[in-house]
């Protein structure tokens, strides 16, 4: 597993934008941002293999953007035009090992503290 720490405010009104960072104590083989909001499942925001361009859920396409500095072992998510719907829990995530996967759930074995993001209207 890796340490990661989330960094960033979370209080913000619609049409707003907000940014997220993650450090992770370590190389990992793949980042990602996940949420989850009150009675919902975790779902998967946007992820990304070291070195490769990100995947994003078809709900923050377009609007988000996640980016790594390798040499840094950091990853920051910056979110436009924030909706209430996006209103959630923030993780960071990454996978060292097996299976190597960061697009889901089951793939991630270290987590970020989490990070509450509101949206008013």
């Known amino acids: 597993q890796v340490q990661l720490v989330e960094s960033g405010v979370g209080s913000v009104q619609a049409g707003w934008s907000l940014r997220l960072s993650c450090a992770a104590s370590r190389g990992t083989y793949c980042m990602g941002w996940f949420r989850q909001a009150p009675v919902l499942e975790r779902e998967r925001v946007a992820s990304?293999?070291?070195?490769?361009?990100?995947v994003y859920s078809d709900s923050v396409k377009g609007r988000f953007t996640t980016s790594q500095d390798r040499a840094k072992n950091t990853v920051d998510l910056k979110m436009n035009s924030l909706q209430p719907e996006d209103t959630a829990m923030y993780y960071c995530?990454?996978?060292?090992?097996?299976?190597?996967?960061?697009?889901?759930?089951?793939?991630?074995?270290?987590w970020g503290q989490g990070t509450q993001v509101t949206v008013s209207s």
């Open positions: 995530a990454a996978a060292v090992g097996w299976p190597y996967d960061c697009s889901v759930v089951a793939g991630i074995d270290s």
């Open positions: 990304m293999r070291t070195g490769r361009s990100p």
